[in-house]
């Protein structure tokens, strides 16, 4: 074997998967077809849930201090959820993926994991023992397991044959990378009574900090095929035709147009090989929900292929790949299928739908309403099926960040394995059979016993005779 997992794609899927797999002592090889990374901003929003994932690995604090990353409010289909803030240790933040990419790229390399750029990849062959990969140079890569995170278009699906069902792109939307001058809004969702519309969120600064905003146009007549440039006429038109002469283009650094296409892999496991990030799932990108989905496959995937690389992961471990990430990413398409419906991205000003936007949006002054919708956006009311749920709250949950003193709960995660808060004492016998891959932490007085998985989700609580079958179910046999 030429390494345990090789990974196709270098974006944040593949980069934190091979974060991931460094932190379970598993060796990766990461290749990208790309001759240098890109410097296009692309995805801009961080959720909770993907920034508490960092900080469990050390990551987040590092993160923050590349520049300028400001907290924004939530929102829904463009209608704010304000009573949503203060909710999370970790607000929304405008991350652009292109620094996100650039500091893993940067962290990896620094434990000796470079990405190997420049390799297409032409086949994969996969037997009882492992992956053979063929590359356009002619070299070839021999892996226990493979991952694909090489985007939408993904190749290893393709190669795959896949199945990849779903709707098609039936409308484009325009996406831009701009400095704005005038009455320049940090963030909003403005449409104009015609049914011109324009979004605006911040993305940190340029070189010479000068502020950036990530530009959305559409309308009536603006869904032009994907193929056909946009032009900082177009760019100057759509502004004009919501803010008037209010906002002005200062510079258009990149644009592209999008589409509402919405398809999700059948499976995620083919033997081997395994789809991630867009490769599994694509759709219209609002609320940046993509890339926190794909970030959230890698953290479920990576502690699984570390342990059945070290031998010690159960039957099943793998096949909980599929079980937890596929049902999130559906819900993922279905919400951002009804976001773009009650948007009226194509400004139709259908009655109809006007109606129903008008009726939701009283809805969501309701502090319940903006709640559910927080979690769903937010990431943190993932709830992965696990056995143990029945009665347990917190089962299936992300771990709460509890102060221990003197660290807290999530600090205990930054070596990769599972942790188990035994405030009482009460369990250091059972543990110690498990002590090669689960921490055990007596801190916490007053705190509920739980185990935690090395991405972070409870897997057990409360009743002490559940916790040996929690252990072997998600740990394996003791050692």
């Known amino acids: 074997m030429d390494t345990d997992v090789l990974i196709v794609g270098a974006g944040p899927t593949g980069l934190t998967l091979a974060d991931e797999l460094r932190v379970a002592g598993a060796a990766a090889v990461l290749v990208d077809k790309l001759p240098q990374r890109s410097t296009l901003s692309k995805a801009g929003g961080v959720q909770s849930r993907t920034q508490e994932a960092f900080d469990q690995r050390g990551l987040l604090e590092p993160l923050l201090a590349t520049g300028n990353h400001p907290t924004g409010t939530a929102h829904f289909a463009g209608i704010t959820l304000s009573l949503t803030q203060g909710r999370h240790r970790h607000p929304w933040r405008s991350i652009p993926q292109v620094v996100i990419e650039g500091f893993l790229e940067q962290h990896l390399a620094a434990h000796g994991i470079p990405v190997r750029r420049d390799h297409e990849l032409t086949g994969i062959s996969q037997d009882e023992d492992g992956v053979t990969a063929t590359f356009a140079s002619g070299r070839a890569v021999r892996s226990r397991y493979l991952v694909a995170a090489d985007g939408g278009r993904s190749t290893v699906r393709s190669l795959l044959g896949a199945e990849f069902p779903g709707r098609p792109g039936t409308m484009t939307t325009v996406a831009a990378d701009v400095r704005l001058g005038g009455d320049d809004p940090a963030m909003t969702h403005t449409r104009s009574e015609d049914g011109h519309w324009a979004s ?39 502004l004009s035709a919501v803010f008037g002469s209010r906002v002005q283009l200062l510079e258009l650094r990149y644009a592209r147009r999008i589409t509402n296409a919405a398809r999700q892999a059948a499976q995620y496991r083919h033997g081997r090989v395994f ?16 890339m926190n989905t794909g970030i959230q496959d890698a953290l479920n995937l990576g502690w699984k292929l570390g342990a059945a690389v070290h031998g010690w992961a159960p039957d099943h471990l793998l096949d909980t790949y599929h079980a937890e990430r596929h049902p999130v990413a559906a819900a993922v398409l279905r919400n951002v299928q ?32 903006q709640y559910f919708l927080d979690d769903v956006l937010s990431g943190m009311g993932i709830r992965y099926p696990m056995p143990g749920t029945e009665g347990r709250p917190l089962v299936g949950l992300p771990a709460p960040d509890l102060d221990l003193d003197p660290v807290r709960s999530h600090e205990l995660l930054r070596r990769g394995r599972g942790v188990l808060l035994d405030p009482a004492g009460r369990f250091a016998k059972v543990a110690a059979l498990w002590h090669d891959r689960v921490d055990r932490a007596g801190q916490g007085a007053g705190t509920e016993p739980m185990l935690i998985r090395p991405d972070g989700y409870v897997c057990w609580a409360g009743n002490p005779d559940d916790l040996e079958p929690a252990l072997g179910h998600w740990f394996g046999e003791p050692h």
Not at 275 to 290: C, F, N, T
């Open 338 to 369: 009804a976001q773009s419906l009650l948007m009226d991205q194509q400004g139709t000003r259908d009655p109809d739908v006007v109606a129903t936007k008008e009726l939701f949006a009283a809805l969501t002054q309701l502090r319940d309403v």
């Open 200 to 238: 605006v969120f911040p993305l940190g600064t340029d070189p010479r900090g000068r502020p950036l905003r990530r530009l959305s146009l559409g309308g009536p007549g603006r869904s032009l095929p994907r193929e056909v440039p946009v032009t900082e006429a177009e760019i100057r038109d759509g």
């Open 275 to 290: 789809l991630a990030g867009d490769a599994a799932h694509v759709h219209l990108p609002i609320g940046a929900q993509g």
